[in-house]
């Protein structure tokens, strides 16, 4: 009954998940208030429950009884898209408010070698909204001035919630394997649409949200060296989603404007490699690092770039990242925990693809963490999380079908701050 009753609340949080502009790449850097202020690191370090289930669902079995985790967090990004062409050249900031991203989870040993699990997490996202630019403006905003001249005003909202059951296998005192299903679900409107063939020079809009499910598996180890040091590793599959349909309309004001058509778009989730070591100097201090490789450019959505012959855009054209998270957790005393950490992503934009990416500005790099955590009693701990991921802003020309425009430009300019909460719960037997 009481697994019953998790079931539903993990379906209600995955229907309710709100979109994040996510910070490696697409993805969030790490999830879970102990997780994130650890700067996303514990593929060998499964010090949260929600971070085994991002990273690798062999650390459940670092779980003994049941546990349960909840997590919320409050992500704020600034974002800015300036441009020149003709000699006009002004930036715009895209209306910003803070996002909630939420995730729980639950596990429970079955008996000394197996544990079993379920999480539902909110791990990553984009969006942009972004006025248009009026051509009296002085001067105005080159790329957001009205289609055919520019995209007009431009929004985008896409968010990725993973539910993953998983299992974890203790085979030995020192080696721990993993296995989880990933069921995601994401949710895209964006306006214009340039991944649909234009109508003569105007991009139609899918701007009311679609959804649609994806399906992958996680597989991880986790092996005890000797009693200072863990080592880990793990791999995501692809996450195989099927395509999003939106029921729109021609743009077109001269020829057939406003019949109907259909757009669709088909946008999978990235395979990740991930490897980690955990130290533990003294029986107070973790030390977690992690290396995680990202592969967008084999990723449908992500991989092709530039315009088909029929005037669409190939794909965002992304490429392949490195992330790398250094984390510290340290018990200050039996009642708190003080963490800090850094998280470095490779830029998968490449400057040259600014324009096609003014939806989807994923390029921050460098990521500072702290955190905290109160044992308030045998059974409950809360955790305090804080992020901040630096700005970092990439230009490249305005490019049309028939190549770049001499002299012209896009630069998209990325900052963002983020809190967050979290309660771990491990209930008392008696």
Excluded: C
């Excluded at 000797?226 to 999003?244: H, I, K, L, R, T």
């Excluded at 990740?272 to 995680?292: E, I, K």
């Excluded at 998280?343 to 921050?364: E, K, T, W």
């Amino acid at each position: 009954m009481r697994i019953t009753r998790y079931l539903l609340i993990a379906a209600i949080l995955a229907a309710a998940a709100k979109p994040a502009v996510a910070t490696d790449g697409h993805f969030l850097h790490g999830v879970g208030a102990i997780n994130s202020a650890m700067g996303g690191a514990g593929v060998a370090a499964p010090r949260s429950l929600l971070g085994a289930f991002y990273l690798n669902p062999a650390g459940l079995s670092a779980f003994r009884g049941t546990r349960m985790e909840f997590g919320f967090e409050l992500f704020l990004p600034d974002r800015t898209v300036a441009s020149s062409a003709g000699g006009a050249s002004n930036s715009t900031t895209s209306t910003s408010e803070f996002t909630p991203v939420p995730a729980m989870g639950l596990s429970m040993q079955v008996n000394d070698k197996v544990t079993v699990g379920l999480g539902a997490l909110g791990v990553g996202g984009f969006g942009v909204d972004y006025a248009a630019s009026s051509p009296a403006a002085t001067p105005p905003n080159p790329i957001l001035m009205p289609e055919p001249n520019g995209f007009g005003a431009v929004y985008s909202n896409y968010s990725l919630l993973k539910i993953t059951p998983a299992i974890a296998y203790q085979v030995s005192e020192r080696l721990s394997l993993g296995a989880a299903l990933n069921v995601d679900w994401a949710a895209l409107a964006v306006r214009p649409a340039p991944f649909a063939s234009p109508d003569g020079a105007y991009y139609p809009s899918a701007p009311n949200a679609d959804g649609a499910f994806g399906f992958g598996f996680q597989l991880g180890a986790i092996l005890k060296v000797n009693e200072m040091v863990s080592v880990g590793a793990s791999y995501s599959s692809p996450q195989w989603f099927n395509a999003f349909e939106w029921n729109s309309s021609v743009a077109n004001p001269l020829v057939n404007y406003g019949a109907p058509r259909t757009v669709t778009f088909r946008m999978d989730v990235p395979a990740v490699y991930a490897a980690g070591v955990a130290l533990h100097p003294s029986p107070r201090l973790l030390v977690a690092a992690d290396g995680r490789y990202i592969t967008y450019e084999q990723t449908e959505g992500f991989k092709g770039s530039g315009y088909a012959a029929d005037g669409s855009v190939r794909g965002f054209g992304w490429k392949n990242i490195f992330v790398g998270a250094l984390g510290l957790d340290f018990q200050a005393s039996d009642r708190l925990a003080l963490r800090a950490g850094y998280n470095y992503s490779g830029n998968p934009v490449p400057n040259a693809l600014s324009m096609f990416n003014v939806p989807a500005p994923a390029i921050v790099q460098h990521h500072v963490t702290l955190g905290a955590g109160i044992r308030v009693s045998p059974a409950l701990e809360m955790s305090l999380g804080y992020y901040h991921a630096f700005k970092n802003s990439g230009s490249g020309p305005i490019v049309l079908p028939t190549g770049a425009i001499p002299g012209s430009s896009v630069t998209n300019s990325l900052a963002e701050n983020s809190f967050s909460m979290q309660f771990s719960v491990t209930p008392q037997r008696h």
